[in-house]
């Protein structure tokens, strides 16, 4: 079946305790990406991948940082999560990365800093 | 700049009735434009997209239009039901500040509908 699946689904940290949500696509996709989700501001980009070892900052990358070593793997890495970066984090993925409009999302996970 | 406005929820209808969801775009050209939905526990998935105007995109027995002259694509379904309740995204395919292409999300409208 294809999908992109992410782990944890839920976790909650601490202030400045490192961590790193992954994510991992089975359908070879180029593109993949990292949103968060937040009420009244929708979806926002973080960090977004054109292929291996090609990453950019999207929207809102302070805080985070992502690695693309392998095609199907894109970790969001958070060095020193504080607690504005609680949040709803999605990943996505697209086959054609020159057209990233039909992405495949993960099922999300939440992720509480107090 | 470029930027996407869509309706304020929540939105609350009784089975069978009709839904619109609007959304409007600011951008330069035409671009793709997709509706995404994300119904409870879930990521979001795409729904339907119309890629040029006048272009029509319908799936589910929702439909939306795209609209060049007033820069729009609204969401419509004429009998919505109880497994409708989601939260939907207005998504035009925009040109960053970089050049490149890119999903802008709408803040997304939760719709609950009541047997």
């Known amino acids: 079946e294809a999908q992109v699946t992410q782990n944890p689904r839920y976790l909650i940290t601490v202030t400045g305790k490192k961590l790193t949500v992954t994510c991992s696509q089975n359908?070879?996709?180029?593109?993949m990406s990292w949103y968060r989700q937040d009420p009244g501001l929708g979806l926002r980009q973080i960090y977004y991948?054109?292929?291996?070892?090609?990453?950019d900052k999207g929207d809102v990358p302070e805080g985070y940082k992502v690695s693309r070593k392998e095609k199907r793997n894109f970790p969001l890495i958070l060095e020193s999560p504080s607690p504005n970066q609680t949040s709803l984090y999605f990943c996505?993925?697209?086959?054609?990365?020159?057209?990233?409009?039909?992405?495949?999302f993960g099922p999300g996970t939440r992720l509480t800093v107090t | 700049g470029n930027s996407v406005t869509q309706m304020e929820g929540p939105v609350t209808l009784s089975e069978e009735a009709f839904l619109t969801i609007n959304c409007t775009y600011t951008a330069t050209g035409y671009p793709s434009l997709f509706w995404y939905v994300q119904y409870p526990g879930e990521g979001l998935q795409l729904l339907l997209k119309a890629t040029k105007a006048d272009d029509k995109g319908s799936n589910k027995g929702f439909e939306a239009t795209y609209r060049k002259e007033t820069t729009s694509f609204h969401l419509e379904k004429g009998s919505v039901q109880v497994s409708d309740s989601a939260v939907y995204f207005c998504?035009?395919?925009?040109?960053?500040?970089?050049?490149?292409?890119?999903?802008?999300f709408g803040t997304g409208t939760r719709l609950t509908i009541i047997p």
């Open positions: 996505a993925s697209t086959a054609r990365a020159n057209s990233p409009y039909e992405q495949y």
């Open positions: 998504a035009p395919l925009l040109s960053s500040n970089f050049g490149n292409e890119k999903l802008t």
């Open positions: 359908m070879n996709h180029e593109y």
């Open positions: 991948s054109m292929n291996v070892e090609v990453t």
